[in-house]
């Protein structure tokens, strides 16, 4: 199964892949987190995407598309994968329908999870990632069993840089204008199917799963 996790920052794509991930058993690609283990790793692709990340501005295509070039040549992807965070802008959609086509596999969905700007901020702002395995978590609405330790590793979790009330606004822009016109690119292709993202993390599963059998 291929599929594609489509919304807002915050609306919820990283926190509902993971429950993907255990019931597909298919891997979970963050062009967010390939972007961060970069930096923490402290290559040139990092250190040249940290500038762009740290404004809330996108990171530029051609790098974007190298990462999940390599990525989606990689052997786990060969039962399925659901992407999270790609593709953000026309030129990234029309590179991935290329090489998915070279591949010869298609896009069997993608879910969109709507969540209206004004929830956004509170979402972004108490969240919380771990620092090993990426995994989020929100201080309010979906706290870790344990206080600061991750419920999937035990690695400990923390606040990201961009997350504050400042980049917000810059990554809503750019979600607005160069991400939101996919909405129109995969309803075209019949792939694209729109949840509630507003309800409770549990209740967005359910529908997500529904959705999808
Ligand atoms: P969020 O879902 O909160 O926006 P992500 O982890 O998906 O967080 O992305 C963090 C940052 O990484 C983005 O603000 C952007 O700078 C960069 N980024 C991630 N994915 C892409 C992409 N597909 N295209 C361009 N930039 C990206
Ligand atoms: P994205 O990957 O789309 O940027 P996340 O999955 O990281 O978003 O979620 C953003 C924040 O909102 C996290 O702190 C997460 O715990 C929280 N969150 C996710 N889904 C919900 C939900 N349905 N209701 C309330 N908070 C949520
Ligand atoms: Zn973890």
């Known amino acids: 199964m291929n599929l594609m996790l489509f919304g807002a920052p915050g609306a919820g794509k ?22 961060r283990a970069a930096i923490a790793d402290k290559t ?11 404004e809330g501005k996108l990171v530029p295509d051609s790098t974007i598309i190298g990462i999940i070039k390599d990525r989606l040549a990689e052997s786990d ?3 399925g994968f659901i992407l999270d965070g790609f593709p ?22 993608v879910i969109s999870l709507n969540v209206p700007d004004e929830f ?4 972004i702002t ?6 090993k395995c990426g995994a989020s978590f929100h201080v309010e609405f979906n706290p870790s069993k344990e206080e600061n330790v991750c419920d999937y590793c035990s690695g400990e979790l923390i606040t990201r840089k961009d997350d504050n009330a400042e980049t917000v606004k810059s990554r809503l822009e750019a979600y607005h204008s160069q991400t939101a016109p996919l909405i129109d690119f995969y309803t075209k292709m019949n792939v694209f199917t729109e ?19």
């Open 14 to 35: 990283g926190t509902q892949a993971k429950f993907l991930i255990e019931k597909y058993n298919i891997p979970q690609i963050s062009t967010g987190d390939i972007l």
């Open 88 to 109: 953000r802008t026309l030129p990234q959609a029309e590179s991935l329908n290329e090489l998915m086509s070279n591949m010869e596999i298609s896009l069997d969905k």
């Open 44 to 54: 040139d692709m990092g250190m040249e995407a940290k500038k762009f990340m740290d």
């Open 126 to 131: 108490g969240r919380r990632i771990c620092s």
């Open 120 to 123: 956004i901020v509170g979402r």
């Open 77 to 79: 992807c060969k039962e």
């Open 195 to 213: 949840l509630d993202g507003t309800k409770d993390v549990s209740e967005v599963t359910k529908d997500m799963i529904n959705s999808l059998s």
